[in-house]
């Protein structure tokens, strides 16, 4: 199985910039047996019933993007992503810069400024912050191919939390499409809501080796509730599952056929053949890049074929895609 095999052309006029306002006019095809309807994400509760129960991942962008320039003058930037020592103010990150090293000092700006003191493999590092520093100056790490620094309007869900400290560095996209009053004109037609937690790190975003099958992720955790677990083993209708992290984490979690509560590290990773033991009945979801790890889960809950035809055709009808982009419903064949 070769990742070749999940490559599609995708024009750049077609990357999203910028989220759309209001969050729920974005587009939706929704892949439904073997039509492909094209819709307003506000119209996604005509696809859902009373009974059914609708699982969000409910984690929150943090602020971990660092900026600043190094001694010799050239831009640097710091993506922080995890507390080593907190009395010494010691991170692991990931470094943007040029030729960074072992003893690069990076100034910040308001007196801080960042070291790197350890090289932890190819590009991470360890830095140890000094100086008056505050998270109140960082920024969201946002992907590389949307050209701003986003903010929190257009990069966090309407149901976003803190949970316990940890936080995602990078959005749960599928959830940015529901407002506060979709939401609740989902509930009032007698959907339950769920929220779970997965916290995103790099590892989602890796490069796929050539052959799949050979293909390392990194871990991320995420917390599964008991009344969560519950209200989703006890459903009377299907279960319906927004983003491709939703849908790790509650595969990560089964047991004996049921879901159950969690607070763990998931190093699952999904492509095609993977037989879902969460029995999701759909999945709601952004246009994922070419050849990523998200991409393959997509195929691999719906079907190789029906994906890449749905992106051909997104792309003639110039979808918007990735991140801020628009977003499909794809049900399991038969549903």
Not at 95 to 119: S, Y
Not at 224 to 240: D, E, F, M, Q, V
Not at 277 to 298: E, G, M, Q
Not at 308 to 325: D, I, N, P, T, W
Request: hydrophobic share 40%.
């Amino acid at each position: 199985m070769n990742i070749l095999e999940y490559d599609y052309r995708l024009p750049e006029e077609l990357i999203a910039q910028n989220a759309a306002m209001p969050r729920d006019c974005a587009r939706l095809m929704v892949l439904q047996e073997e039509k492909i309807i094209h819709k307003r994400f506000s119209d996604i509760a005509g696809y859902l019933r009373k009974g059914d129960v609708l699982v969000l991942n409910s984690t929150k962008v943090i602020r971990s993007k660092l900026v600043g320039k190094k001694d010799s003058g050239s831009s640097a930037e710091i993506i922080l992503t995890d507390c080593l020592d907190k009395g010494n103010n010691i991170w692991e990150c990931h470094i943007k810069a040029r030729n960074p090293h072992v003893g690069t000092r990076i100034l910040l700006g308001k007196g801080a400024d960042a070291t790197l003191i350890r090289q932890n493999s190819v590009d991470r590092f360890s830095v140890r912050i000094s100086g008056k520093f505050s998270f109140d100056d960082a920024l969201l790490p946002n992907p590389p191919y949307i050209k701003h620094d986003v903010t929190e309007e257009e990069y966090q869900t309407v149901y976003a939390r803190e949970c316990r400290g940890k936080g995602s560095l990078a959005a749960p996209t599928a959830g940015l499409h529901f407002t506060k009053d979709l939401l609740r004109k989902i509930k009032d037609k007698g959907v339950k809501i769920v929220f779970i937690a997965l916290h995103v790190g790099f590892g989602t975003f890796l490069p796929i080796m050539d052959d799949i099958e050979d293909h390392k992720t990194e871990g991320e955790y995420f917390e599964i509730s008991k009344n969560a677990a519950k209200t989703i083993n006890n459903r009377k209708g299907r279960l319906i599952v927004v983003g491709t992290t939703t849908l790790k984490a509650l595969e990560s979690s089964v047991a004996d056929g049921k879901i159950m509560p969690a607070k763990k590290v998931s190093e699952i990773f999904i492509y095609p053949g993977h037989e879902f033991s969460s029995r999701p009945d759909a999945l709601i979801t952004n246009f994922h890049l070419p050849k990523s790890s998200l991409l393959l889960l997509t195929c691999a809950f719906c079907g190789k074929e029906r994906i890449m035809h749905s992106y051909k055709e997104a792309v003639e009808k110039k979808y918007r895609f990735y991140s801020l982009g628009d977003a499909m419903m794809m049900y399991r064949k038969n549903i």
